[in-house]
């Protein structure tokens, strides 16, 4: 319906809202956003990239300073674990004692053996006690005997004897721990040094024998211990 004359008609006003900027998030605030120390106005994100960069800078140097310093990383010394954990029985340079038989130039398989589970076979006045990996580091155990087998090696027939022999068929060849009388079986000596016998199992007492190659015991060794246990 017309509106009466002299009425004034209201219309509705159109009132602009406020514009909202977007909403700025993650990156792009930082990218956004300054600081200012002593009146210089920095973007946000190059003092983020900064600070990142001193963090890891800093944290090579710690790590390398702890390889460095503290040397918790070097791998075990042998003849420092050998002085700590083996001298008191076996003697300082490993060449036996009242308490325990000379072991240099080890067997490494049946070395480990023995360590892990201990021994009492060898008529001595106490036996061997086993080391659990917790008491001694496969790391340690391997540092030991290569400390070991770094030793020079003997040339004359007796002290090849003492060596590589003694430990089981005793001082006279006739006896030991296998209790087996190698004099009269020496014409068989090179065959069982380099084929040896029992494998790995090494707590067979009476089956099982190492076998050495030639660079542990070369042809020239062989003749001499061979000579000296025919004169046993």
Known sequence: MPAPRGAHVLMPRLIDAPRREPLLTGSSFLHACTVTVNGISTPAMRILYALVLCAAACGTEVAAGDDMGSGSNQPPDGAAEFADTCATCHGADAMGTDKAPQILSPVVGYATYVVRHGRNDMGYPAPMDLFQVADLSDAQ??????????????????????????????????????????????????????FGHGGT?????????????????????????RTYVSGL
């Open 201 to 225: 199992n090494y707590a067979a007492r009476y089956d099982y024998m190492p076998s050495w190659t030639i660079d542990q015991i070369s042809d020239a060794d062989l003749t001499a211990l």
């Open 141 to 194: 155990l391997t540092a030991i005997l290569a400390w070991l087998d770094a030793a020079p090696r003997p040339t004359t027939g007796k002290d090849l004897y003492t060596r590589y022999c003694q430990n089981c068929h005793g001082a006279n060849g006739r006896s030991g721990r296998v209790l087996k009388n190698i004099v009269r079986e020496v014409n068989n000596l090179a065959s069982e040094v380099r």
